[in-house]
């Protein structure tokens, strides 16, 4: 056994060595032009995050996070390629060099951020754990849930918090927990379970499987925090701007009004300056990210602005319809905020 | 004198031809069992009509999206539309001919092995074991011969699983063979070597084996240099498998009496003219369930690649059945890999029945 764990330490150790050791400044943005396309790690099938439609092209806000930097980098959005990951050897993948950015629903943690060698770059997505009931049921809250039969779906943190939120309400309940989302949702529409809990997002995934959503309700709680945001490894403070400014890109272009339809116009008249320097008509703000002049033009017309890309990944003409809630702009109810373009 | 005729024979007791008396016999020949078979009927009962009114009289067979499968049961129209990505996975769907091509040219160059009368069956075979797989290899990763390249990361779907499998298969075989000859061995180095392989290849599970491969190896390369993750769970696959293998010959290496060992030794061939001609052909052919039953084993276990991301065909369906525009389709999904495994290990089984008929000469009498 002490055998064991001194191999497991120096394993460890030689895995943070040689994580740290190769992250050096302006060598993932070189890297990237020099292959000509963004190496982005993506889920392996996540409803409205990343999942591969019929031709097999992914789909899903955080593709289209990486399709930004792409467009930001290139110019072009195409110049995209996604490794799909599953939850366990996502960070590998980013420490090992194989992926540029990784934008996989990974929550931002001080763990994470701080000691694994990796920065997160902003957040894409507030999600939280929350609860699907019927409306049978009549509970408007999650406070009246004593005694329930909780179907947990089984995540990295989810059954933890379940079990905080409850003891710290002074709440009973039984979980049941089951790996797989189509388990659990057949569970709740069976009967065997009151409620079912997992990420917000998630349970919106799950409603639309319901042969009947529309008797299913979201309550209103959220009882963790779960910042969902691409990640990049640390120590190339360069390419870490260019994702995190990516991302801010996006979301100025929609608090300025721009859309995928009239960015260029917009661009070209210059009248408005806010917008002429988010655009690149005034200023050289692109340059000190090194990158080209019109590299907002290119994100917005190509992927769109943050708004865009959620209402037609998430949105309400999705099967997923959910609402911006705290994704919203922070001058729409929201906490999304992005610092300005000057 | 006249001869004696005999009389023609009588017909059998009605009691004990036809269908009644097979029934009487098999299903109803005590209270008991009697009562078994009208609870076996019952269980059938509850289980085969619905399904059947679910997979055929309910089911949705035309269409193009969730929205048409308006009738109660199944909606194979999601395996309609997703039935490329099941077979093929990324595979660029206008290079698709050349899995075809590569499955029909593998098909088509082992017809003659099982032609009774080929001639020159050996080293044909031998020849075929070479070329195939060069020429599939090129013809599926490309990349050269004006083919262009098709990265493994795009394989996937029911032709990752057989390349997995048939690879595994086919490497694991000889592999085993030779590690099983070397447990007996009387040299001690092979023999501990030998030993020491098995037991550990024995001792861990495959899917430990790959999320290490996945999850523990990328951190120790030089950054960059990625190795190819099929290549890796190939190799591990193999030497995982071979292990297996090694077992079951050695069950069949004992089985065969010491006089046959004796007797190849007194007609004066060496150890490995021994092996070949006379102690293998017999153990093999011995252990022939044991071996299809580690094959099928290890084409199921193909599925474990799951954990280290590659897409087979069983996670092919998992993550179709995460589109936001088919959810709540995994029964059908799941059904539909469940059927194409059951199809290609039945036919494993049905395969291995035929061989040990074929060859079951010698032991008859």
Not at chain 1, 310 to 324: A, C, H, V, Y
Request: hydrophobic letters at 45%; glycine letters at 10%; proline letters at 5%.
């Amino acid at each position: 056994m002490k055998m064991l764990k001194t191999t497991l330490a120096v394993l460890t150790a030689a895995a943070a060595l040689g994580a740290t050791s190769f992250a050096q400044a302006g060598a993932t943005l070189d890297a990237v032009k020099k292959k000509g396309f963004v190496q982005c790690g993506v889920s392996d099938g996540l409803p409205g995050f990343s999942v591969p439609d019929a031709k097999g092209n992914i789909v899903g806000i955080d593709a289209d996070v990486c399709r930004a930097v792409a467009a930001a980098v290139f110019g072009d959005a195409t110049k995209v390629k996604f490794s799909q990951l599953n939850a366990k050897e996502r960070f590998t993948a980013l420490q090992s060099g194989e992926v540029d950015v990784l934008s996989r629903n990974t929550t931002w943690t001080s763990s994470r951020d701080a000691g694994m060698g990796l920065v997160f770059a902003g957040v894409t997505y507030y999600d939280g754990i929350g609860f699907l009931v019927n409306k049978k049921l009549g509970v408007s809250s999650a406070k009246e849930l004593d005694g329930a039969t909780v179907c947990i779906q089984a995540g990295t943190t989810t059954e933890l918090n379940v079990s905080d939120y409850f003891r710290a309400n002074g709440l009973k309940y039984t979980p049941i927990t089951f790996d797989t989302s189509d388990e659990s949702a057949k569970s709740l529409e069976s009967g065997r379970c009151d409620v079912l809990t997992s990420d917000k997002s998630q349970l919106y995934a799950q409603r639309s499987k319901l042969a009947a959503p529309t008797d299913y309700v979201v309550l209103p709680e959220t009882i963790s925090k779960e910042p969902l945001g691409p990640v990049v490894r640390k120590g190339d403070e360069e390419w870490f701007s260019i994702v995190k400014w990516t991302l801010f890109a996006m979301l100025n272009a929609e608090e300025a009004g721009l859309t995928s339809k009239n960015v260029e116009a917009e661009a070209k008249s210059g009248k408005n300056p806010d917008n002429a320097r988010l655009l690149g008509a005034d200023g050289e703000y692109g340059k000190d990210l090194k990158l080209p002049k019109d590299w907002v033009v290119q994100i917005v017309k190509q992927v769109g602005n943050y708004g865009e890309v959620f209402e037609k990944n998430l949105g309400k003409s999705t099967p997923l319809q959910i609402d911006r809630g705290l994704n919203a702009l922070w001058n729409n109810g929201g906490i999304q905020y992005a610092p300005p373009v000057r | 004198m006249n001869a004696h005729v005999f009389k023609p024979d009588m017909p059998p007791p009605v009691k004990t031809v036809g269908v009644v008396a097979w029934m009487r016999a098999n299903l109803f020949s005590s209270w008991v069992n009697t009562l078994l078979t009208f609870f076996a009927i019952y269980l059938v009962w509850l289980a085969v009509p619905p399904l059947l009114q679910w997979a055929f009289i309910d089911a949705n067979w035309t269409g193009t999206t969730r929205a048409d499968c308006t009738k109660e049961g199944a909606c194979w129209v999601f395996v309609q539309q997703r039935f490329g990505q099941f077979m093929y996975g990324y595979y660029p769907s206008d290079l698709r001919w050349r899995v075809d091509l590569t499955v029909w040219l593998g098909v088509i160059g082992a017809a003659p092995l099982f032609i009774r009368r080929f001639p020159r069956k050996v080293a044909y075979g031998i020849g075929y074991l070479l070329v195939y797989p060069t020429v599939a290899y090129f013809l599926l990763h490309g990349g050269s011969f004006g083919l262009s390249q098709v990265p493994t990361s795009q394989w996937g779907g029911l032709m990752l699983t057989l390349v997995i499998a048939t690879v595994g298969i086919a490497a694991a075989l000889p592999l085993g063979i030779l590690l099983a000859l070397g447990r007996r061995s009387r040299m001690p180095v092979i023999k501990s070597v030998s030993v020491t392989f098995i037991e550990f290849w024995r001792g861990i599970p495959l899917i430990t084996v790959l999320f290490m491969s996945s999850v523990m190896l990328p951190l120790f390369m030089p950054e960059g240099m990625s190795f190819d993750k099929l290549l890796r769970a190939m190799i591990f696959v193999i030497l995982f498998e071979s292990a297996y293998i090694a077992e079951v010959v050695r069950g069949g290496l004992q089985a065969i009496p010491k006089g046959q060992y004796e007797a190849a030794s007194a007609m004066g061939l060496g150890y490995w003219r021994s092996m070949g001609l006379v102690i293998l052909p017999q153990a093999l052919k011995l252990v022939i369930p044991g071996i299809v039953n580690t094959f099928i084993a290890l084409f199921k276990d193909t599925s474990l690649v799951i954990i280290i991301g590659l897409f087979d065909l069983l996670n092919s369906v998992r993550q179709a059945t995460a589109d936001p525009a088919w959810l709540g389709m995994a029964t059908e999904g799941y059904v539909f890999a469940a059927l194409v495994y059951w199809i290609f290990c039945f036919g494993m089984s049905r395969y291995s029945m035929h061989l040990e008929r074929k060859l079951d000469t010698g032991h008859k009498r």
